[in-house]
């Protein structure tokens, strides 16, 4: 056997002789293998293969985690993850909203992080009711840097503060999504937002451009393999720590 093809709406197979003479036969009965006759059918391991990744692919949810197939929200915990704006609150809802949901933690957003000492001292957090803080551009030497290190000390047991060193959360989406092998260097000046847009040829001479250029790259985003690992890492980490303990309210 040399090959199989399909011609004409039917598999047809090619078979040798011991004179290296091919002919083809329609797939089916009528062969001989052995002495025994035998019926010949298409090879479908790599279709077989195809549906066994498709079927492993939907039992897990975009963060990666193993999927709870049909478990409901459960009622919120006492614990919360806290975010800077909306478009970081969207992009964990789309990556990591199923697990949350199992987990019964909201997400809130925080509209900067100015007065993040106070907004922790509003939470009140304790061992049941944890906080968690995720951070844009937190880099050493900058003004994030300096405002966490004075609110991580407010609850230092039960509040936890990562970040990501990108400028927003757009860049933690890998460029090669939009087609970059980089994120674009904006000039000093020029609002970042409106230069990642300009770059890309997309409208932003609005709040609304700038609001349907991020849905834009929201939309690239399928799974975690689409984010940079230092945002991961934050977010997984926060999660493991306002679940621990977490009783739902009621």
Request: glycine share 10%; net charge neutral.
């Amino acid at each position: 056997m040399v090959r199989v093809e399909k011609a004409g709406g039917v598999h047809v197979v090619h078979l040798e002789d011991r004179r290296g003479r091919t002919r083809g036969f329609e797939l089916g009965p009528g062969f001989w293998v052995d002495g025994r006759p035998v019926t010949l059918v298409p090879d479908r391991s790599a279709a077989n293969a195809s549906v066994a990744a498709a079927r492993a692919a939907a039992s897990r949810t975009a963060s990666g985690s193993v999927a709870v197939a049909g478990a409901p929200a459960r009622v919120a915990t006492g614990s919360r993850l806290f975010v800077e704006g909306r478009h970081d609150a969207e992009l964990v809802e789309k990556v990591w909203g199923d697990d949350l949901r199992v987990e019964g933690v909201v997400v809130e957003l925080l509209d900067g992080v100015d007065d993040l000492a106070a907004v922790i001292r509003d939470f009140a957090p304790t061992a049941d009711r944890r906080m968690g803080v995720l951070v844009d551009h937190l880099v050493p030497g900058t003004k994030e840097a300096r405002i966490v290190d004075a609110a991580s000390r407010v609850a230092p047991q039960h509040v936890r503060i990562l970040g990501h060193p990108y400028v927003d959360v757009w860049q933690s989406v890998k460029p090669a999504r939009l087609g970059w092998e980089r994120w674009p260097v904006i000039p000093r000046g020029t609002s970042w937002k409106h230069g990642i847009c300009a770059e890309l040829g997309w409208p932003h001479a609005s709040q609304a451009d700038i609001a349907h250029a991020w849905k834009r790259i929201l939309g690239t985003v399928r799974t975690y393999a689409d984010l940079e690992p230092t945002l991961l890492a934050s977010v997984e980490e926060l999660i493991d720590f306002v679940t621990v303990g977490d009783q739902p309210l009621g």
